[in-house]
Structure formats: C-alpha cells, structure tokens
C-alpha cells in the first residue's frame, strides 16, 4: 500500500526516486534525505521508550534482558564516531541496510502486540509504532536506491533473523518487559544507523571529519 502525505511531507520512497533519477544530482543530497528520515526514526524511538519508563514496574527493570541478547547484537558494528570514520563508505551502507531490514518482522510484532500492551497510552503508543514502521520502510527503500550507485559491498546485507515469536508474552508483567526490551534494542540500533548515515552525508559532502 503506498502511504499518502503526512504532515504535508511526500513520502520518502517519492521523494528518493524523483531525486535519484534526476541527472547531475549528487548523492550528498540522496544522503541528506536519508539523513533526516534515521533521525526521525531515533528520535521516534527515544520519545516512545520514555513512554513506556513511565509506566515500568521496578520488578521488570530487574528482569529486562542485556543488550546482548538483542537478535541484532552479532552484527560487528564501529563502537563510537571514531570507528566508523575508519570504516569505508559502502561497508557503512550496508551496516545500516543490514541493521534496518533485520527489524522488518521485529517492527510488526511489536505493532500487533502494542493493541494488548498493558499501558495507560497504549493508543499513543500504536501510532508511534505505526510511525516507526512507516519510515522504516521508506527508509530502507531510500537506501535500496542509494546502495545502487554505490560498491557492490553496499548491495551486502547481513542476515539477522529474528527468532523471538510473534508475539510478547501473556501476562502483564511479560508483555512490558518484552515490549520494553524490543523497543531498547531498536532505539539502540536506530542510532547507530542514524549515526553511519550522518557520517556518509559529511563524507559526500566533503566535509572534514571533526565536524561530522
């Protein structure tokens, strides 16, 4: 289904392909959209893992998984900013891709649990993750087009099957901690994808290093 305007932005998958196809266009600008759409993605992510700390029993902090054990975690990712400027710009691209497509089933469990989340803005909630799955998709389209002008290192893209089930639990207390935990592993993950793409934009924009 294509998404129509919201907010009166044009979807992004439209927006990435009139720009791609447009000729003398430089792919700083492709970059640049990507860009704003994984900042959005982080900080849509960050605004609904403080809602649900809201609400979080002391007794599911306690229990929550490490950050080890996100299905993601055996993807070896540059640990800060001064790693990735070490890391080639085709490998970055397909870190990101790898990282966002391993969150396609994830994002839908996660959508198809929040109607039964025991949590007082349950309604808000359902939308940021509808949001979250919005931009995720248009996201990766984006950078689908962007890996294609690029090494064929950035077609490469890491399987990190989710194996979690398709749902978050039965009883209260494990749906939270579920929900909780899948959302902390996605904003981990968001970040560092927000954080690869920034550094190819400055890259493509022939920025110095220091400033991206």
């Not at 998404?3 to 009139?18: A, D, E, L, S, W």
């Not at 704003?36 to 306690?62: C, E, I, N, V």
Request: aromatic residues 4%; proline residues 6%; charged residues 20%.
């Amino acid at each position: 289904m294509t998404h129509g305007t919201r907010n009166g932005r044009k979807p992004f998958i439209t927006v990435m392909y009139m720009v791609a196809v447009c000729s003398g266009v430089p792919i700083s600008d492709l970059l640049e959209r990507a860009a704003q759409h994984s900042d959005k993605l982080y900080s849509l992510s960050t605004t609904l893992t403080h809602d649900l700390d809201s609400h979080f029993p002391p007794m599911g902090r306690m229990m929550m998984p490490r950050p080890s054990a996100c299905h993601t975690s055996s993807l070896q990712t540059p640990g800060d900013k001064e790693q990735a400027l070490q890391v080639s710009e085709s490998e970055l691209l397909s870190l990101a891709r790898s990282l966002l497509q391993a969150w396609a089933d994830p994002l839908v469990v996660l959508s198809s649990s929040a109607n039964t989340l025991p949590h007082p803005a349950q309604s808000k909630i359902i939308n940021k993750i509808h949001e979250l799955q919005e931009h995720s998709k248009n996201l990766g389209d984006g950078l689908n087009i962007i890996s294609g002008k690029m090494d064929p290192t950035a077609q490469t893209v890491s399987s990190l099957p989710y194996r979690g089930g398709n749902d978050v639990g039965q009883d209260k207390l494990s749906k939270l901690i579920k929900f909780q935990f899948l959302l902390s592993c996605f904003r981990r993950d968001s970040h560092k994808i927000d954080s690869f793409l920034k550094v190819l934009r400055c890259r493509a924009a022939k920025m110095q290093p220091h400033l991206c």
